[in-house]
């Protein structure tokens, strides 16, 4: 199936000749959204769709909603079947409950409702994983495309948002450049910064007074030294239970991992560094990893089992037969190099020290991690604007009026599987709502 046309913008802007041109000289839109990501789009598109009239969404490179046409490996995972507010917010590690009054406004169910009556189905993932119907990131692109284009959105492409120069009677004069060269100047009545975590952004909210939470790096993959594991990349266990004891705190998953061949990933990992990403930069990501490769069987349940495999299985190899069947004959075989037990010796012959350390090695075996492991197939940044910096009903900063800040800018950010998009829908909302409202006081809800 081919993918949905694109729709055509007219992406020209002859600015001398354009109503609204003030004393100046100069065209004054009345909103100006600097980032053509999916907060940007979401944020342009609901202040225009809610009567918002000069809207221009300025994009810096030639194509917009880059990531979301790259994003959950080209299908793009829209958001997560998590329909109630306080528990999505346990979602992000960097967020949190100051979350739940936005996504109390605008949460999974809206977005859902939101493409839908745009013409965008989304359909769920046994894990909750909701993807558009024709699995292609490139219809979400679409749909957000559309939906600008018909709410009278301009979209500039290959035009940056250079500076952003705050006028004493309100609003902004921005300087665009395009080439690398300056391309022109113009105004605006309210500025929305969607830029992601280009550091640009990061720079034009700081020159309006804004703080950084500085960044590192979320969601990747751990490389562990020495641990022999190599050979099992490819082979997934489910569930694993991993721990971090780190100066700032401990650190526990549980879920699948993915061996590979410099160490681990998988859901559970992922959800690991992105919780402790910070603390993970903090030792230049060296540190023990707990794992537990026992599917959460207590001491005393492996005790019992070791005991009744001596005796049932007392003939049989170790290395041929193995505690249990979902436990993978790869990694038992690992674990019992690890332990120095030959995979040869009988069950019968298993001494009491070698099933201690064999428990132990299922219960709590312990890793080097040597370093960060590549990202996974989705990665964000942790840090950014903190959110005591913004009205979290509207996404408006607190330090420059008129400025209103969205998306992956802000010190927020969401484990993989969807949430970090939810972030997006629901603060370029928040904000699109409130430029109505400011603009038109009748459009507040
Ligand atoms: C490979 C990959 C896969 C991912 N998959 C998923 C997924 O499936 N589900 C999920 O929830 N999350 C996913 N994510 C995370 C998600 O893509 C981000 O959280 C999200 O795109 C952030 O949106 P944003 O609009 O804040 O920023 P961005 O998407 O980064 O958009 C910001 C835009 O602003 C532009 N820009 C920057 N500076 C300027 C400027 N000065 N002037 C004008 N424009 C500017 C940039 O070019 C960019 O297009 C993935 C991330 C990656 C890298």
Same mark, same amino acid.
């Not at 550091?199 to 490389?223: I, K, N």
């Not at 927020?412 to 409130?434: K, P």
């Given at each position: 199936m081919l993918p949905p046309a694109l729709p055509q913008f007219d992406t020209q802007s002859d600015v001398a000749s354009e109503p609204g041109a003030e004393s100046s000289g100069l065209r004054t839109w009345d909103l100006v959204v600097a980032g053509g990501g999916p907060a940007g789009f979401m944020a342009a598109i609901t202040a225009a769709e809610a009567g918002v009239r000069q809207v221009v969404l300025l994009e810096s490179t030639p194509t917009p909603l880059g990531k979301v046409l790259i994003s959950g490996g080209g299908r793009c995972n829209v958001t997560h079947a998590d329909w109630d507010p306080r528990s999505l917010v346990g979602h992000y590690p960097r967020g949190g409950k100051a979350l739940l009054g936005p996504f109390s406004r605008f949460a999974t169910g809206d977005t859902v409702a939101w493409f839908a009556e745009r013409g965008l189905s989304l359909v769920q993932e046994d894990d909750g994983r909701l993807f558009p119907t024709s699995n292609r990131a490139s219809s979400v692109a679409a749909s957000l495309r559309n939906a600008a284009l018909a709410a009278g959105v301009t979209l500039r492409t290959a035009v940056a948002l250079q500076a952003a120069e705050p006028l004493p009677a309100g609003g902004f004069r921005l300087a665009l450049r395009a080439g690398g060269g300056l391309? %022109?100047?113009? %105004?605006?009545?309210?500025?929305?910064?969607?830029?992601?975590?280009?550091?640009?952004?990061?720079?034009?909210?700081?020159?309006?007074?804004?703080?950084?939470?500085?960044?590192?790096?979320?969601?990747?993959?751990?490389?562990l030294a020495g641990a022999g594991m190599g050979d099992l990349a490819g082979l997934v266990m489910d569930p694993v239970g991993l721990s971090l004891e780190l100066a700032e705190g401990r650190f526990r998953q549980s879920g699948p991992v993915l061996f590979t061949h410099r160490g681990l990933s998988g859901p559970a990992v992922l959800r690991l560094t992105a919780f402790a990403a910070r603390s993970l930069k903090a030792v230049a990501y060296r540190c023990e990893l707990g794992v537990d490769w026992s599917g959460g069987r207590s001491l005393a349940d492996l005790e019992a089992l070791f005991a009744s495999l001596r005796s049932d299985q007392a003939r049989k190899q170790l290395g041929a037969w193995r505690p249990w069947p979902e436990l993978a004959r790869r990694l038992w075989t690992v674990l019992l190099e690890q332990q120095a037990v030959d995979p040869q010796q009988r069950w019968a012959d298993l001494s009491r020290t070698q099933q201690q350390r064999l428990i132990e090695a299922l219960r709590a075996s312990r890793y080097q991690v040597s370093g960060r492991g590549p990202f996974g197939e989705e990665f964000v940044?942790?840090?950014?604007?903190?959110?005591? %910096?913004?009205?979290?009903?509207?996404?408006?900063?607190?330090?420059?009026?008129?400025?209103?800040?969205?998306? %992956?800018?802000?010190?927020?950010?969401?484990?993989?599987?969807?949430?970090?998009?939810?972030?997006? $829908?629901?603060?370029? $909302?928040?904000?699109?709502?409130?430029?109505?409202?400011?603009?038109?006081?009748?459009?507040?809800?």
């Open positions: 391309l %022109e100047r113009l %105004e605006t009545r309210q500025l929305v910064l969607a830029t992601g975590s280009h550091p640009s952004g990061r720079r034009l909210a700081a020159d309006l007074g804004h703080g950084l939470v500085p960044p590192v790096p979320s969601l990747f993959t751990l490389a940044t942790a840090g950014g604007v903190p959110l005591k %910096e913004l009205n979290l009903a509207t996404m408006a900063s607190r330090k420059q009026a008129g400025l209103y800040l969205v998306g %992956e800018l802000l010190d927020v950010d969401g484990v993989t599987g969807g949430f970090n998009f939810q972030h997006c $829908w629901t603060s370029g $909302w928040l904000a699109g709502r409130a430029i109505a409202a400011t603009a038109d006081p009748r459009q507040a809800s």
